[in-house]
């Protein structure tokens, strides 16, 4: 509880800045780029290490894959029923199958889970809403976006080349190599700081904006997103008899808000920059509702 409550703090100081005229537009971005380039590798080269390989860290792996597929077969049909536009069934393919397990997800299960969950986050966030934002992303985009296609050559050069997947790959290759009490010591200093970090610059962001055009798509994005997928990710997991920690972090993460670099993606993309907004904006704050319910049912 602690923990969570720390969590909420961080996003209210994040949310009191942005009222401040002393911080620059920029802020955000550049505690963002912090996260990616020292925080999160850091934090990665601390804790992946610590894994016990076994079948337990396929959940985290496969889970993502799974509620993919199973949130965009739920938009389709609901784009098909409803009669969405174009752009908006791009915007909610991309935002209700990619959740925010990063930025987001990960401060939730280090507050909800302490520490021992956040290996099967970062898991879960690398090898699954990293690399389906990199692959399945890019086909939404070419296919219901503005703009010049997007090369595979240039896909994979981002991904390979993308500072946490870079960590995460070191830490794999490396997980029997101890490092020196300085050397982890310096990783500690550098991981703490994501969650202040990255949750100041989520609050600072969050610009939710609403107009009763929206209600319907948003309610059921959001429903999908915040409610069914880990819902139905949990039933899965009831039904096969598994409950290990590693399946607890996978459908938590199943249950985190749209993506906030998804979302930015979409409205570079033109794919209703409105809703895509209120779709990161409103779903992170109901998240903040959502979680906790959700974790009372494991």
């Known amino acids: 509880m602690e923990n969570f409550i720390l969590t909420i703090a961080f996003l209210l100081i994040g949310m009191g800045l942005r009222r401040l005229p002393q911080f620059p537009k920029e802020t955000a971005q550049v505690l963002n780029l912090f996260v990616i380039y020292v925080s999160l590798p850091a934090l990665i080269l601390l804790k992946v290490p610590q894994l016990t390989f076994s079948r337990d860290i396929l959940s985290p792996v496969v889970m993502p894959w799974v509620m993919l597929v199973v949130s965009a077969g739920i938009i389709l049909l609901a784009a098909k029923l ?13 935002l209700v199958p990619l959740g925010n397990t990063s930025f987001l997800g990960i401060p939730m299960v280090r507050a909800f889970f302490d520490e021992a ?3 099967y986050a970062v898991l879960y966030d690398q090898l699954g809403s ?31 080349t ?18 020196p009490a300085p050397a982890l010591s310096l990783l500690d200093s550098l991981a ?92 992170i704050l109901l998240s903040f509702l959502t979680l906790p319910l959700l974790f009372q049912l494991f």
């Not at 904006?209 to 069914?228: N, T």
């Not at 990710?233 to 985190?256: D, K, P, Q, S, Y």
Request: charged letters at 10%; one cysteine or more; aromatic letters at 6%.
């Open 130 to 160: 990293f690399l389906a934002l990199a692959t399945y992303g890019t086909v939404v985009l070419a296919l219901y976006g503005s703009g010049a296609r997007p090369q595979l050559a240039l896909i994979v050069k981002k991904v390979i």
């Open 162 to 179: 993308f500072p946490p997947f870079l960590a995460l790959v070191l830490a794999l290759v490396c997980r029997d190599v101890r490092l």
């Open 82 to 94: 409803y009669h969405w536009p174009q752009d908006m069934t791009g915007a909610l393919l991309l």
């Open 117 to 119: 969950g956040i290996p």
């Open 192 to 283: 703490v700081t994501l969650v202040p970090v990255v949750m100041i610059a989520v609050g600072y962001q969050l610009t939710p904006r609403l107009r009763p055009e929206m209600m319907s798509p948003l309610l059921i994005g959001l429903s999908v997103k915040l409610i069914v997928a880990p819902l139905l990710a949990l039933a899965i997991c009831r039904f096969l008899g598994i409950n290990t920690l590693a399946v607890r972090v996978a459908i938590f993460e199943a249950g985190m808000p749209p993506m906030v670099s998804a979302g930015a993606l979409a409205i570079m993309a033109g794919l209703a920059p409105e809703l895509t907004a209120a779709m990161v904006g409103v779903g």
